[in-house]
């Protein structure tokens, strides 16, 4: 059998380039399927049961989120607080005139609802009775 020998090829417009051997070419390509079939088993679901970690309290014994649905019928935006035994923790904003939906995670079961009213008054809710799961909805009034 002949073999052709090593040497440079000369293709037009393109450098000079080396002749590869016929085997490192196979392993390159083999190993190029091995990395992509690597990266792809791991994007696959559910392999992974591990809290997301971007949660805060990811992994923690209270577990569990709810929804709280404000309806804004005040023409001024609003400031939504949530207070758990003592504390205070930012929610988000719900612009005048609109709905936003907010998913909250359960830390117990009594909660209140800070809304704080840009330029304008306030107010905070009754002790609430929240369970993982639920949905409850808050209406700020166009009047306060």
């Not at 190993?31 to 992994?59: E, K, Q, V, Y």
């Amino acid at each position: 059998m002949n073999r052709l020998p090593d040497r440079d090829v000369r293709v037009a417009g393109l450098p000079n380039l080396r002749r590869q051997r016929p085997g490192r070419l196979a392993h390159g390509l083999l190993f190029s399927l091995f990395l992509l079939l690597l990266g792809g088993c791991a994007m696959l679901p559910g392999g992974n049961d591990a809290p997301d970690p971007f949660r805060t309290g990811a992994g923690s014994a209270s577990g569990g989120v709810f929804e709280l649905e404000i309806r804004n019928d005040h023409f001024n935006d609003a400031r939504i607080y949530a207070h758990w035994g003592g504390e205070r923790r930012r929610i988000g904003m719900v612009t005048g005139a609109t709905t936003s939906t907010f998913e909250i995670e359960w830390r117990s079961q009594e909660f209140r609802v800070e809304v704080d009213l840009l330029a304008g008054s306030g107010f905070t809710t009754r002790a609430l009775t929240v369970w993982p799961g639920d949905h409850y909805e808050l209406r700020i009034p166009s009047h306060l």
